[in-house]
């Protein structure tokens, strides 16, 4: 299949290594001067990962700088340029004129909604828009959340889910718009405690990192939130975990933090950072990131199965 890539930043080149590893030709398109040499490194970078040989994946992906050459005969066009509403709306109306009248336009935002992008769009083309946003980095993270906006058609939906399953994605279609998502809004719940909890001087930045990779990490990556506490509550299941233990919880609810993400606590949790993790090595610790990623997913699914995790079929 012919996909197109729009953007070749972070996202963009992780995704153009996952679908050609998949056996799909790939179109890049960025207008940065140093395109070619951008996938080049990214896809030798994340290869590996994927047990795939880099220059193999490079034979099936053509740097494109214009945009409408680019989608000229795409099956598929994902957009992850920067997260800028007017830009991807201007992108949008540009990919809709230019690619085939039935080509899937995947947007990768992190956080703006399918119905907001497509607003100046006609209906043709907003029918086949929607958000396939990515949990970074998409080479190696199962979830897409796929998200339609009010004039997205529902088959434009099932040929989304299709297509990303199709490369080892995992979509779960949201039910309605909202901002942020549901991933991201979870995580931002999270580290807006962990923000509290440093700045408060209960741990410091290292310390709380490790408080999550030694307990709530390895536990979510087996069984989210409600099956760890449906498990919690022992063979009464969540119903008895809510009665004992929710009453405590839920005041703890109204003793959460709410910090200020203002330039003194930026400067503060990035030097924390800094010091813990130093700024001179991402490409090292990256590539540590995707090996460790990849061992738990690959561990998981062989220590458990759908079926185990319901119980069983019924
Ligand atoms: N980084 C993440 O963790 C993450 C996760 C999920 C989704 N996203 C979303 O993906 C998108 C990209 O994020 P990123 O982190 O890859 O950003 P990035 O800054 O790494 O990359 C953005 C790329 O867009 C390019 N660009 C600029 N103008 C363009 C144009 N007119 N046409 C095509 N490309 C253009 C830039 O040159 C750059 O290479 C954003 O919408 C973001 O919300 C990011």
């Known amino acids: 299949m012919n996909v197109t890539e729009v953007g070749a930043g972070t996202i963009g080149?992780?995704?153009t290594t996952l679908l050609a590893a998949h056996g799909h030709d790939v179109v890049v398109t960025d207008p940065r001067s140093d395109l070619v040499e951008v996938v080049d490194a990214g896809v030798r970078q994340f290869a590996p990962s994927l047990d795939a040989d880099p220059d193999e994946l490079l034979g099936r992906i053509r740097c494109e700088p214009d945009l409408e050459a680019a989608v000229a005969d795409a099956a598929v066009v994902q957009e992850q340029g920067p997260e800028d509403v007017d830009?991807?709306?201007?992108?949008?109306?540009r990919i809709g004129a230019a690619a085939p009248a039935e080509a899937l336009l995947l947007s990768s935002t992190s956080g703006i909604q399918p119905t907001t992008i497509a607003r100046d769009l006609d209906d043709v083309i907003a029918a086949r828009l929607l958000?396939?946003?990515?949990?970074?980095?998409?080479?190696?993270?199962?979830?897409?959340?796929?998200v339609a906006g009010e004039r997205t058609a529902d088959d434009t939906v099932a040929r989304a889910a299709e297509f990303l399953r199709g490369v080892g994605k995992d979509p779960v279609v949201l039910h309605r718009e909202v901002a942020g998502f549901v991933a991201n809004r979870l995580q931002s719940a999270l580290f807006r405690e962990a923000v509290h909890l440093v700045r408060s001087g209960v741990v410091d930045a290292e310390e709380l990192d490790r408080v999550v990779t030694g307990s709530l990490g390895p536990r979510w990556a087996t069984g989210g939130p409600f099956l760890s506490f449906h498990l919690g509550g022992g063979p009464g299941g969540l119903r008895h975990m809510l009665a004992h233990l929710g009453p405590g919880m839920a005041r703890r609810w109204r003793d959460l933090g709410d910090p200020a993400l203002d330039e003194e606590?930026?400067?503060?949790?990035?030097?924390?950072?800094?010091v813990a993790y130093r700024t001179d090595h991402y490409a090292e610790l990256t590539e540590a990131r995707d090996r460790a990623q990849v061992a738990v997913?690959?561990?998981?699914?062989?220590?458990?199965t759908d079926t185990d995790r319901r119980g069983g079929e019924h």
């Open 13 to 15: 080149v992780s995704w």
């Open 87 to 93: 830009l991807k709306r201007s992108l949008f109306a």
């Open 131 to 146: 958000v396939a946003h990515p949990f970074n980095p998409p080479h190696v993270l199962p979830l897409v959340e796929v």
């Open 265 to 274: 606590t930026v400067d503060a949790l990035a030097t924390a950072a800094e």
């Open 297 to 304: 997913l690959r561990a998981r699914d062989l220590g458990t």
